[in-house]
């Protein structure tokens, strides 16, 4: 097996859900960066990009694990036939998974691609991925992997920081004037569609938690709805959201990002992420 369909058609629960994790916080962290230099206040400003910079962080730690696990599967196959990444590239590194993948191989949820629009609609984001990161990394650092638990560990305590300023801004702009309160609203309509896929377990969520490595993402979404619920109600924001405004069906939930079915926003993210590294292979900083 290749290097490359270890990577991009892999079988194996413990890479999916690795890169799974790695590519939710990439892509949020690259989304977060965006507002570096435009935030509302420069304390604001400097906040979302420290959360950024976590984000990547934390990809980092995933994406190495994950480039780990890839080379150290090669080292024991003896035959195979070259690959591109093999006969071009080396080694896989953290920098190969991030640049050069492309948008179906990425297996970030659909909610982290969506794109900012404005304050409140990014706090409303950040908010309700964190709650979700909270509680999974609470679970994840319990994982017989010892590799993985260990990163949850070590980013949980990040998290429970970007859960806490979420929570704050929602409660800030939800309470606050009649245009930040119509903004949050807003920004629900816009957003709670792609929620249910955090509690949706994929084909390799479910392997790797027979294993012993994953989490049962189903068993997620009760604390994380008492969460939302909680901080909503002091935000004076409805929930649950249903659709036409506050009236009728509950929303209909996106799905389809875990597994490389992703909306049109990723593409011009990867766009914008990846152009160096594929303009001029190889290059580093």
């Given at each position: 097996?290749?290097?490359?369909?270890?990577?991009?058609?892999?079988t194996?629960?413990?890479?999916?859900?690795?890169?799974?994790?790695?590519?939710?916080?990439?892509?949020?962290?690259?989304r977060n960066?965006?507002?570096?230099?435009?935030?509302?206040?420069?304390?604001?400003d400097?906040?979302?990009?420290?959360?950024?910079?976590?984000?990547?962080?934390?990809?980092?730690?995933?994406?190495?694990?994950?480039?780990r696990?890839?080379?150290?599967?090669?080292?024991t196959?003896?035959?195979?036939?070259?690959?591109?990444?093999?006969?071009?590239?080396?080694?896989?590194?953290?920098?190969?998974?991030?640049?050069?993948r492309?948008?179906?191989?990425?297996?970030?949820?659909l909610?982290?691609?969506q794109?900012?629009?404005?304050?409140?609609?990014?706090?409303?984001?950040?908010?309700?991925?964190?709650?979700?990161?909270f509680?999974l990394?609470?679970?994840?650092?319990?994982?017989?992997?010892?590799?993985?638990?260990?990163?949850?560990?070590?980013?949980?305590?990040?998290?429970?920081?970007?859960?806490?300023?979420?929570?704050?801004?929602?409660?800030r702009?939800?309470?606050g004037?009649d245009?930040s309160h119509q903004?949050?609203?807003?920004?629900?309509?816009?957003l709670?569609?792609?929620t249910g896929?955090l509690?949706?377990?994929?084909?390799?969520?479910?392997?790797?938690?027979?294993?012993?490595?994953?989490?049962?993402?189903?068993?997620l979404?009760?604390?994380?709805?008492?969460k939302?619920?909680?901080?909503?109600?002091?935000a004076?924001?409805?929930y649950?959201?249903?659709?036409?405004?506050?009236?009728?069906?509950?929303?209909?939930?996106?799905t389809?990002?875990?597994?490389?079915?992703?909306?049109?926003?990723?593409?011009?993210?990867?766009?914008?992420?990846?152009?160096m590294?594929?303009?001029?292979?190889?290059?580093?900083?």
């Amino acid at each position: 097996m290749s290097r490359e369909k270890l990577i991009n058609q892999s079988t194996d629960a413990l890479i999916n859900c690795t890169l799974h994790l790695a590519d939710d916080a990439l892509i949020l962290g690259h989304r977060n960066s965006e507002w570096c230099g435009h935030g509302p206040v420069l304390e604001q400003d400097i906040a979302i990009t420290n959360i950024s910079l976590d984000l990547i962080g934390q990809a980092r730690n995933f994406y190495q694990y994950v480039a780990r696990q890839i080379n150290d599967f090669q080292k024991t196959e003896s035959s195979q036939a070259p690959s591109r990444l093999e006969s071009g590239l080396g080694e896989v590194t953290e920098d190969i998974l991030a640049y050069l993948r492309d948008n179906r191989e990425f297996k970030n949820c659909l909610l982290v691609e969506q794109p900012n629009g404005d304050w409140a609609k990014t706090i409303l984001r950040q908010f309700l991925f964190s709650a979700y990161q909270f509680y999974l990394y609470q679970e994840l650092q319990y994982s017989k992997d010892e590799q993985l638990a260990a990163i949850a560990e070590k980013s949980l305590k990040e998290v429970t920081y970007h859960l806490r300023w979420g929570s704050e801004w929602v409660i800030r702009l939800g309470d606050g004037t009649d245009e930040s309160h119509q903004r949050m609203l807003k920004a629900i309509e816009e957003l709670w569609m792609y929620t249910g896929e955090l509690f949706t377990a994929t084909a390799y969520e479910s392997q790797a938690v027979a294993e012993g490595s994953g989490v049962d993402v189903r068993l997620l979404k009760a604390p994380w709805e008492e969460k939302i619920e909680e901080i909503f109600s002091e935000a004076t924001l409805p929930y649950p959201p249903l659709s036409g405004g506050g009236k009728g069906e509950a929303v209909f939930q996106q799905t389809g990002g875990k597994e490389g079915k992703h909306t049109e926003h990723l593409g011009y993210i990867l766009a914008e992420l990846q152009f160096m590294q594929r303009a001029y292979p190889g290059s580093e900083w």
